[in-house]
């Protein structure tokens, strides 16, 4: 079975500056991690995946993530954001078996100031 | 030309009484899924269906039944409902029998609301 820990619940910035959000995650087998993001009153959507290959991996937004074998993390980064970036940020982990199911963490808030 | 679309957006309703979540996807996917996010946001797979067979089922309480009259709907029905339920229900839906990898798309959510 899987599990992901999204260690901080609320993440404040300014502006323009740059942000991680941790996510660390725990499984006996290989897994697939996803970011997805979720604005005020509506669905998530996906930022980026890691199926394979190249460790860091690039999404929608200026979004970046790397995944971390060693340390079972896969953050995620933008080096400058936007007030338009407040949302809820939701890490996910999947095991590669069909019998596997996506796991969500509990989210983190990012709230940008001006 | 909404990807995934739910009704109703709002749901609120009384303790005991039986209600329905609609949910069809334009996308041309084969999976479906049920999520419910509870009020700390935490979100977590309900049901799977592909392709109108069910793949997932966690353990929900049993006065939850999923039915998916084709591919491209997946209903969620709700007995006796308790203040517990409330919450906000996402449908999603992905390509392929390959779901584990997929990149799921959401819709907009039902928020119930159990007085």
């Known amino acids: 079975a899987q599990s992901v820990t999204q260690l901080d619940s609320q993440v404040p910035v300014f502006e323009e500056a740059p942000v991680e959000l941790r996510c660390n995650y725990s499984?006996?087998?290989?897994?697939?991690l996803f970011w997805y993001v979720q604005y005020p009153n509506q669905g998530l959507q996906l930022l980026l995946k890691?199926?394979?290959?190249?460790?860091l991996v690039k999404g929608i937004n200026g979004f970046e993530a790397e995944f971390n074998k060693s340390q079972t993390s896969f953050h995620l980064r933008k080096p400058s954001v936007h007030i338009s970036d407040t949302a809820e940020y939701f890490c996910?982990?999947?095991?590669?078996?069909?019998?596997?199911?996506?796991?969500f963490g509990s989210g983190t808030r990012l709230s940008i100031r001006p | 030309d909404t990807a995934v679309s739910q009704t109703p957006k709002y749901l609120v309703t009384q303790m005991g009484n039986d209600k329905s979540i609609k949910c069809e996807q334009n996308?041309?996917?084969?999976?479906m899924y049920w999520y419910k996010q509870d009020s700390k946001k935490f979100l977590k797979i309900m049901f799977s269906?592909?392709?109108?067979?069910?793949?997932i089922n966690e353990t929900v309480p049993n006065r939850f039944s999923p039915k998916s009259p084709d591919k491209a709907h997946l209903n969620l029905h709700i007995n006796s409902l308790e203040l517990g339920d409330s919450a906000v229900y996402f449908c999603?839906?992905?390509?392929?029998?390959?779901?584990?990898?997929?990149?799921?798309?959401f819709g907009p959510g039902t928020r119930l609301l159990v007085l």
């Open positions: 999603a839906s992905s390509q392929g029998t390959a779901h584990t990898q997929e990149t799921q798309y």
């Open positions: 996910a982990v999947s095991g590669r078996s069909s019998a596997s199911k996506i796991i």
């Open positions: 499984s006996s087998v290989s897994v697939y």
């Open positions: 269906y592909n392709n109108k067979e069910l793949i």
């Open positions: 996308l041309g996917h084969d999976t």
């Open positions: 890691y199926l394979s290959g190249s460790t």
